[in-house]
Every structure is written in C-alpha cells, then in structure tokens.
T-cell receptor, first 107, second 119 residues
Framework: DIQMTQSPSSLSASVGDRVTITCQAS??????LNWYQQKPGKAPNLLIY???NLETGVSSRFSGSGSGTDFSFTISSLQPEDIATYYC?????????FGPGTKVDIK | QVQLQESGPGLVKPSQTLSLTCAVS??????????WNWIRQPPGKGLEWIGY???????YYNPSLKRRVAISTDTSKNHFSLKLTSVTAADTAVYFC???????????WGQGTLATVSS
C-alpha cells in the first residue's frame, strides 16, 4: 500500500493568515492526489482533485500543488468557516489511501 | 444533485455480519464512469477506504479487509450494499457511502452511519 503522511498534524492560525499543509506519498503517485475538508460530525468534502484542480463551487482561497511524492495545500486567507480537518488521498494505486489528517484551528 | 443515504443497524454483536445499504438518488448505480465506494472512519480517527463496485459489477476490496467484505448493487432499487463478516470492536466506525468519479475522486458522500460492535 502507498503510505501518506501529512504535516503538521495540527495547527492554529489567525483569521487572514496563509496556511500551508504538506502531504508526502511513500512512492511516486504522479498527480493522482485529492484534498478533502471534514468538519466535525460531517462527511468529507472534496476541495482539490488531481493535485491542483479546484472542485466546482469551492472557494478560490483553497489551492493545491505538487507532483510525484510531495504535495502542498494552501488556504490563502484563513476564515472562521475553514475550521476543519484536512485529508490528502492518493488514487494512483489500489487500495486508495488517505493521509492521517491535519486539524486546523483559529488562534 | 446526487444524494446518497446510508441505512442499517447501529449495533452489531461481535462475530456477526454488518450489513449496510446506500440509497442513491439523482443518479444511477448503473451509470458508466462511476464507482460506488464504502469508506469508514473509527471514532476520532482517520479515513479508511473499504472498496468499490463499478456499474459493470467489477469490485475491488482493500486487502486489509478482503476476506471479510462484499459490495453489491441492486439496480432495481438503485442502491448498493456492504457486508462485513466476523466483526470485532475494531470495526466500530462511521461508515460512509461515496460516489467515485474518474479513477478515485470522491465527489458525493452520504452523511455517514455509525455502526457499533458490542455485545
């Protein structure tokens, strides 16, 4: 299985801050990487697909980049409604696997 | 707008079989190009992909669960189902049914249903 790691595991930032989360795959996954946001008690919501493409209807303050084994996810200006846990997910190989998540809070 | 809704017993005894169903509306489980997935999340933990079924009937299961899991569709009812046998406390989780688009983009999720394994 491809192992996905994320850092940091949690972070606290102020409203308006730029926030970046990194995701690393244990082997080359090309650009077959998605990012999800999960709010407490809710299902995850797809934000970014194929590493850098914004899902329809998702705020443009979210962005993603990277390829191969190293990826990043950025919130350009943190808002209170962005409080959530963010997961990366690879689909280059079966079984599909997720990162452990990054919990984002407001300072 | 595609909507998915899980249903099934909230409590299952150890060694028994967990059975869940996902009703799909606004789309068809017979549609080409989509997979129908189950993903689970133990309380307070991360996400684990369980497996999928395609419209063609092709399935793939996570090797960590392969011997115990089966996913099927019922096109007449437009739903798909999960069966997980020989459950233990480690199978306690929120189970999500999810539509997969393309190869592995999970674009529509059910709200999730908590299944607790306990005697």
């Amino acid at each position: 299985d491809i192992q996905m790691t994320q850092s940091p595991s949690s972070l606290s930032a102020s409203v308006g801050d730029r926030v970046t989360i990194t995701c690393q795959a244990s082997q080359d996954i090309k650009n077959y990487l998605n990012w999800y946001q999960q709010k407490p008690g809710k299902a995850p919501n797809l934000l970014i697909y194929d590493a850098s493409n914004l899902e329809t209807g998702v705020s443009s303050r979210f962005s993603g980049s990277g390829s191969g084994t190293d990826f990043s996810f950025t919130i350009s200006s943190l808002q209170p409604e962005d409080i959530a846990t963010y997961y990366c997910q690879q689909y280059n190989n079966l079984p599909f696997t997720f990162g452990p998540g990054t919990k984002v809070d407001i300072k | 707008q595609v909507q998915l809704q899980e249903s099934g017993p909230g409590l299952v005894k150890p060694s028994q079989t967990l059975s869940l169903t996902c009703a799909v509306s606004g789309g068809s489980v017979s549609s080409g190009g989509y997979s129908w997935n189950w993903i689970r999340q133990p309380p307070g933990k991360g996400l684990e992909w369980i497996g999928y079924i395609y419209y063609s009937g092709h399935t793939y299961y996570n090797p960590s669960l392969k011997r115990r899991v089966a996913i099927s569709t019922d096109t007449s009812k437009n739903h798909f189902s999960l069966k997980l046998t020989s459950v233990t406390a480690a199978d306690t989780a929120v189970y999500f049914c999810v539509r997969g688009y393309g190869s592995g983009r999970f674009d529509y999720w059910g709200q999730g249903t908590l299944a607790t394994v306990s005697s």
